[in-house]
């Protein structure tokens, strides 16, 4: 799925990655990678959706948070992506 989102082969990618999130429902990399692939095509609401629910599985996992600093980037929502990165920043620090 992963190969296919970087090649612009979306319908694909989703297909697989959905695949793979029945097999591995709570898999926060799958998540991830679906998201990307969701923003690639402006879909900010489903990408923002798997990455809440990778916090909320994985909430000391920093590239959640800087993930979904950049689909709040894209959107222009200023203080979310500060809000955001400044939680990867902390997590990054405690794990230094």
């Known amino acids: ?7 612009g ?3 694909l990618a989703l ?5 793979a999130l029945n097999i591995t429902p709570f898999s926060t990399e799958a998540m991830r990678v679906l998201s990307r692939t ?3 095509q402006q879909q900010y609401q489903p990408a923002e959706d798997l990455l809440l629910t990778a916090i909320a599985i ?17 959107q222009r929502e200023c203080q979310k992506v ?6 990867q920043i ?7």
Do not use: C, S
């Open 58 to 74: 994985e909430p000391n996992y920093w590239a959640n948070y800087q993930m979904l600093a950049g689909i709040y980037f894209a």
């Open 82 to 87: 500060a809000d955001y990165f400044n939680r």
């Open 38 to 40: 969701h923003k690639k």
């Open 15 to 19: 297909e697989l990655l959905g695949k």
């Open 1 to 7: 799925g992963k190969l296919y989102t970087e090649a």
């Open 9 to 11: 082969e979306y319908e």
């Open 90 to 96: 902390d997590l990054v620090l405690d794990k230094a």
